[in-house]
C-alpha cells in the first residue's frame, strides 16, 4: 500500500528540497502525489507583524501543516502598511486567505466582489455564535469571513500605581477628567497617547460618541448616515478637548508601543487602550499589575452599554487560484483547537468559539469576557465600522489635525462632512 505524507511525518518543505528521506523511502514522485502535488499549497497574507502574535500564528500555521500535509507561505507585512494598502492589495495579486476584520470592512470589500463566498464553510462550523455569524454576513446573506478572537477596549492603568496615590477608579466621565487633574499635580502623564500609526486614537472617539450619544448614532455616524456637523458630534470633540490636556503631549510623533511603555514605566497613570497593546509591552513580572475598567458614563440614559471589542479572523480572496485549499485551512481555524493553540502563545485575546477552552485565561481575559458579556451592544472600532477609506483618507488626517489644534471644532466637522459627502457618494 502505498504511504501517505503524514505516515512519512515530512513537511511539503522537505519533499519539494528533494530531501533523501533514508532507507526504505518511497520514491519523490509518489510522495509529491501523496500530498497533493507540488499545488497542494496554500498563501497566506498576514498583518500580524508584532513579535508575540506573528510567533503565535506561526504555531497555527506549523500545525496546520502537521495536520493536512500541506505548505502553508506566510506573507507577514506591517500591520499599519497592510491597512493603508488593502484596496491595493485586494485588486492586486492578493495571498489566497488572508487576515482581516468583522463587520463593515469585510462587507465592503464583498460588495466589490473581492472576497470569496464561504457559506459552505459556515454550514460545518459548530461553536460560533449568532451575533459571531452576524458579524461574518455581507449585505447579501452570504458569509465571508472566519472569526478568530476579539479584544474589548477599555481604560487600562497599573493597580500598583492607583494604590501609591490612593487613586479610586472612576465611573462618570465627571470623575475620569478628576482623576486626570489629579494625576496631571502628582506629576504623571495621567492619560498615556501615541497616535503616530493614525489609528488608536480612534478609540478614544467612539467611546466619547458611544457614551455621549448612545450606540445606535454613532453606528449610524459611521455608516455616513448623519452629518458630522451635527451639534451632537461637535459636542463629543468639545469632552475630548476638555481632556486634551492631561493627554501625553506630542501624540502624533509617538506610536502606540511607546505609549504602552510609558504606562509600564509608571509615567503615565492610564491608557485608551485594546486589550493585546498594553500587556505586548510589559514585562512578564510586571503582567499582574495591568488591570482596567470600562470607559466611563457620560450619560445615563447609555450609560456603559457599548463595548468596542473588535473581531479579527481571516477571508479567502475571489481571485485565489486555490480556492478548496483555502476552504480546508478556514476550516481548520474555524476550530476551538485552532485557537487554543494561538492563545497559548498570545494571552492578550479572547478566543470567540465557545469550544474552545479558558481554563489557562489570566485575570485580564477573564475580565474582557465578562466585560463584552455584560456589553448591550459591541462596536467594532471606526476604521472597521465605516468604509476603509473614509477612515484612513478623511478620519486619521482629521483626528491628527484635533490633536494639534483642539481648539477649531467647527472648521474640523465641516471639512470631515464635505469629504464625507464625496466618499459616502461613490457606494
Known amino acids: 500500500m502505498a504511504q501517505s505524507c503524514s505516515e512519512h511525518r515530512i513537511s511539503r518543505r522537505t519533499l519539494l528540497r528533494g530531501t533523501a528521506f533514508g532507507a526504505g523511502a518511497v520514491a519523490l514522485p509518489a510522495l509529491l502525489t501523496a500530498c497533493g502535488g507540488p499545488g497542494s499549497e496554500v498563501k ?185 456637523t451635527d451639534p451632537r458630534v461637535k459636542a463629543v470633540f468639545d469632552l475630548w478637548r476638555g481632556l486634551m490636556p492631561y493627554h501625553q503631549k506630542g501624540a502624533n510623533g509617538r506610536t502606540w508601543q511607546e505609549a504602552a511603555q510609558s504606562l509600564a514605566q509608571k509615567k503615565s497613570g492610564m491608557a485608551v487602550f485594546g486589550l493585546p497593546h498594553p500587556g505586548q509591552q510589559f514585562a512578564e513580572a510586571d503582567r499582574e499589575d495591568l488591570d482596567f475598567f470600562p470607559f466611563p458614563e457620560i450619560d445615563s440614559a447609555y450609560g456603559r452599554d457599548a463595548v468596542e471589542a473588535p473581531i479579527d479572523g481571516f477571508l479567502l480572496s475571489k481571485k485565489s487560484k486555490r480556492q478548496k485549499e483555502g476552504k480546508e485551512l478556514l476550516k481548520y481555524l474555524a476550530t476551538p483547537a485552532a485557537e487554543e493553540i494561538y492563545l497559548k502563545r498570545d494571552p492578550n485575546n479572547i478566543a470567540v468559539n465557545e469550544g474552545a477552552s479558558t481554563s489557562s485565561y489570566n485575570a485580564l481575559q477573564k475580565k474582557a469576557v465578562r466585560l463584552v458579556a455584560d456589553a448591550k451592544q459591541i462596536s467594532q472600532f471606526m476604521d472597521r465600522d465605516t468604509r476603509p477609506d473614509f477612515a484612513s483618507q478623511v478620519m486619521i488626517r482629521a483626528i491628527q489635525q484635533f490633536i494639534n489644534n483642539p481648539d477649531d471644532i467647527d472648521s474640523l466637522t465641516k471639512s470631515i462632512e464635505s469629504q464625507k459627502k464625496t466618499i459616502f457618494t461613490t457606494d
Open 44 to 228: 497566506i497574507g498576514s498583518n500580524a507583524s508584532d513579535a508575540v502574535p506573528r510567533k503565535a500564528f506561526a504555531e497555527v500555521f506549523k500545525a496546520y501543516e502537521k495536520k493536512s500535509d500541506k505548505e502553508v507561505k506566510v506573507n507577514t507585512v506591517n500591520h499599519e502598511a497592510f491597512q493603508e494598502n488593502i484596496n491595493r492589495y485586494l485588486k492586486g495579486t492578493p495571498d489566497d486567505v488572508f487576515m482581516w476584520f468583522a463587520g463593515y470592512r469585510m462587507q465592503f470589500f464583498a460588495q466589490q466582489g473581492l472576497l470569496a463566498d464561504i457559506s459552505d464553510v459556515w454550514e460545518g462550523v459548530k461553536g460560533f455564535s449568532d451575533a459571531l455569524k452576524q458579524q461574518s454576513t455581507g449585505k447579501d446573506g452570504k458569509q465571508y469571513f472566519v472569526p478568530y478572537y476579539y479584544y474589548p477596549w477599555a481604560v487600562f492603568y497599573r493597580k500598583s500605581v492607583f494604590q501609591q496615590h490612593g487613586y479610586e477608579i472612576p465611573k462618570t466621565f465627571d470623575e475620569y477628567r478628576a482623576l486626570a487633574k489629579r494625576m496631571d499635580k502628582d506629576g504623571l502623564d495621567a492619560i498615556a497617547f501615541g497616535d503616530k500609526d493614525g489609528w488608536p486614537a480612534m478609540g478614544t472617539f467612539d467611546y466619547l460618541n458611544m457614551r455621549a450619544n448612545g450606540y445606535d448614532f454613532h453606528i449610524s455616524l459611521m455608516g455616513g448616515k448623519e452629518s458630522w
